[in-house]
């Protein structure tokens, strides 16, 4: 399966702690207007099929620079907003479409901030395994990372996360998550 496209949630429990944990900022930016017919249901491209039902169709060049130009400035301002550096950051879990896209953005993340070394183990990915989830991607990033079942890729209490989703027309999220000291219940 490489089309999976889907929905996720997380549910975030608050805890008491001396300092700021959980969610530390977030920032959301939609472009619905000027992005919204780059995805739209069509009939097949195939002549010879003789069905009525409609398939998902996208411009998916123009989607593309849309994520590399939208995505890193909205994750570089959840950034600053908890006022924190990109240094600070263990992990970077982003809605996966394709590898290409999302290294590409990790490395325009960097740019942003100058920095020309990014860290090798930064970038969990899943696509290879589960496909295109869409924004399902980062609940269960983040599930996989906090239990320790992906290889290479752990964070610890303590430890901070960007959360980055880009779709549906196109909306861009980005979360700063720091693991409580309690850690996570699956």
């Known amino acids: ?19 700021p944990v959980g969610i530390l900022s977030h920032v959301t930016r939609t472009d619905t ?13 195939n002549p010879k099929y003789k069905g009525n039902e409609l398939f998902i169709k996208m411009n998916g060049r123009k989607l593309y620079e849309y994520a590399l130009r939208t995505v890193p400035q ?22 996966q479409a394709n590898a290409k896209m999302d290294y590409a953005i990790v490395k325009r993340i ?14 969990p990915m899943t696509i290879s395994s589960l496909g295109n ?15 320790g079942r992906m290889k290479n ?3 610890l209490p303590g430890q901070i996360a960007v959360l ?20 996570i219940r699956e």
Do not use: C
């Open 1 to 19: 399966m490489i089309y999976a496209d889907g929905a996720g949630a997380t549910i975030l429990e608050a805890v008491k702690s001396k300092e």
């Open 74 to 95: 909205v994750v570089k301002e959840s950034i600053d907003k908890a006022g924190i550096m990109l240094n600070n950051v263990k992990k970077i879990l982003i809605h």
């Open 153 to 155: 890729h752990k964070l």
């Open 164 to 183: 980055a989703s880009v779709g549906a027309g196109m909306n861009i999220n980005s979360v700063i998550y720091k693991v409580p000291e309690r850690g």
């Open 33 to 45: 207007v000027d992005q919204a017919y780059n995805l739209w249901l069509g009939k097949s491209n």
């Open 133 to 147: 989830s869409s924004v399902a991607t980062v609940p269960t990033l983040l599930n996989l990372v906090l239990t």
């Open 110 to 123: 960097f740019s942003l901030y100058k920095e020309l070394r990014i860290p090798k183990f930064i970038l």
